[in-house]
């Protein structure tokens, strides 16, 4: 089913499934239309700030608090925060593509890579890959520790929220808010990315000098219209807090919001759509120009989580190494690739792999992309059929035991760089 959009991004939207569901003037009224509860979701504290606050009211068949009391739920691969995978060794590391799953659902499928920070304290984040081929029958997640960034390389899925449903496919992302109930059901076999965010919301960068247009543009963001299922079925909710899982049981739906207002909302947006800056002159700029959405740290400038992609585009930069330079660098990069080959890393990269280089880890272009790169005519050419990204964040990433276990862990990344050549020639 195609499902219809609302467009913009940290706008007040309003949505309603049944006419005259939402009310009218007034957020609370003494009894809210069509026999609905009235429930308000906080994204942000009270006070926040009006341009970063967020906040959705919906008006629902039964308020979500007449849920059943949570039991703790193992869930071995989907670790607790702080993560004790051993000790995280100071290397360039890269993963082949891990296996899909087979007979999961998307909470049973997901498992942790890596995590920095603490979601008690707010700072930091979660990498985690889902594999998903079953639905959540009757099932959803919600997250009280972090936002959720969906990265899908591998199949399309269904999102159901609170709010309503978003259609993702790979070339896609799609963020729900911290807290917010869905559940995921896989068109197929489905594989992701996820980037569970610790600390504030994500947010669209801003333009600086480039000025009131390019990047990410606030218009191709989509939001779900309100969508509401009306059934007196068991139902499990299983819940993510402070690095453990629970589970409860209700004897509805809890996708039964008929109505809603407001600007915690969750999205879906299309990478395609990015509007790509980049060198028209010379140098290979840094790589923050290509960065989609930014969740801030209290330093300005140093971001919690960046993402950032890099998607196909022209390079015409004139007397210049055109790959990614050789670099290190204070925050940590964790890398992922949706779809084609990243300029930087010619083999071993595929779609569904990753590669981490932690803080002040040395790594740079492979040594057969700097041959051929500091050899080619610079001619423009265009880089096409290519959809990287990165998270990079703050802290230093912490591998889990299963990561660093792995047997999709290659075994030594750094011979890619074996062949780099001594090209020092000293004057006679
Ligand atoms: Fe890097």
């Known amino acids: 089913m195609a499902h219809d959009y609302l467009a913009g991004f ?5 949505s309603e499934a049944v006419a005259g569901a939402l009310p009218r003037g007034q957020f609370s009224p003494q009894r809210a239309p069509h026999g609905l509860y009235a429930e308000k979701f906080s994204l942000t504290a009270f006070t926040a700030p009006r341009a970063d606050n967020r906040r959705t009211w919906f008006y629902r068949i039964r308020p979500s608090v007449t849920q059943g009391g949570y039991t703790p739920l193992a869930t071995p691969n989907w670790s607790s925060a702080p993560l004790v995978g051993g ?3 100071p290397d360039p590391l890269r993963w082949s593509p891990p296996p899909l799953a087979a007979g999961r659902d998307f909470a049973d499928g ?12 707010q700072a930091g984040i979660g990498i985690h890959l889902y594999r998903a081929d079953q639905p959540m029958t009757r099932r959803c997640l919600v997250d ?3 936002e959720l960034l969906l990265v899908p390389w591998s199949g399309a899925i269904t999102l159901t929220t609170e709010c309503g449903e978003l259609d993702v496919a790979p070339g896609e992302i799609a963020i729900v808010p911290r807290g917010m109930k869905f559940a995921v059901d896989p068109h197929g076999g489905a594989a992701g990315y996820v980037c569970e965010n610790y600390g504030a919301a994500l947010r669209l960068p801003e333009r600086g000098p480039v000025g009131s247009d390019g990047f990410a543009n606030n218009r191709d963001f989509l939001a779900p219209v309100a969508a509401y299922r009306d059934a007196d079925t068991p139902f499990e909710i299983v819940c993510r807090f402070q690095g453990h899982s629970f589970r409860a049981d209700i004897d509805h739906d809890p996708f039964d919001v008929v109505a809603w207002v407001g600007t915690a909302v969750p999205c ?4 395609r759509r990015f509007n790509v800056m980049g060198s028209i002159s010379y140098d290979h700029p840094d790589p923050s120009i290509f960065t989609v959405l930014s969740a801030p740290s209290d330093t300005p400038g140093v971001a919690n989580v960046d993402f950032v992609i890099f998607p196909p585009r022209w390079l015409v930069a004139e007397h210049s190494f055109r790959p990614p330079w050789f670099h290190r660098n204070v925050m940590s990069e964790f890398m992922g690739l949706v779809y084609g080959q990243y300029d930087a890393k010619q083999s071993g990269f595929e779609p569904g792999g990753m590669s981490l280089h932690n803080a002040f880890v040395p790594h740079g272009p492979d040594a057969d992309v700097y041959a051929a790169a500091s050899s080619a005519p610079l001619a423009p050419a265009k880089l ?3 959809l990287a990204f990165m998270f990079e964040t703050r802290y230093p990433l912490r591998l889990t035991r299963w990561a660093l276990e792995s047997p999709a862990l290659q075994d030594d990344y750094r011979a890619c760089w074996q062949g780099l050549r001594r090209h020092f020639t000293p004057p006679a």
């Open 144 to 146: 009280a520790d972090g």
């Open 10 to 14: 940290g706008n007040e939207f309003e």
């Open 268 to 271: 879906k947006y299309d990478l």
């Open 110 to 121: 997901l498992v942790t890579i890596a995590a920095n920070g603490d979601a008690a304290t």
């Open 384 to 386: 096409d059929d290519t």
């Open 87 to 89: 000790m995280t060794p």
